[in-house]
């Protein structure tokens, strides 16, 4: 991620870095930094929001609106509620909860 605005910044439990920006999503982590783009399966290259829950799945929104999660490789999108159609500015959680902050299209 070396061109373009950083529109999130996430540290999770194990002290990784996760940066959201115009080139996709980045972990920077002790001994290793790790880049996903729309090449590895994000669904666009624009990525805002981000959050990594108690288990280790990485929450983020593409600036262009919906709401997906991350983990192990597996990309999923969340239809839930509408959020596959808003957009989504603030991602936080906490106590098996995850709350999304977003502004309705209807």
Do not use: C, K
């Amino acid at each position: 991620m070396t061109a373009g605005a950083v529109t999130a910044l996430f540290e999770d439990r194990e002290g990784s870095l996760w940066i959201g920006g115009a080139a996709g999503i980045a972990r920077l982590r002790q001994g290793g930094f790790t880049a996903y783009a729309r090449a590895e399966g994000l669904p666009a290259d624009r990525v805002g929001a981000i959050h990594v829950d108690a288990e280790g799945r990485t929450w983020f929104a593409p600036a262009a609106g919906g709401l997906y999660w991350l983990q192990h490789g597996r990309i999923e999108r969340v239809t839930a509620a509408g959020l596959d159609r808003d957009v989504v500015y603030a991602i936080a959680g906490g106590a098996g909860d995850v709350w999304a902050g977003e502004n309705r299209e209807d």
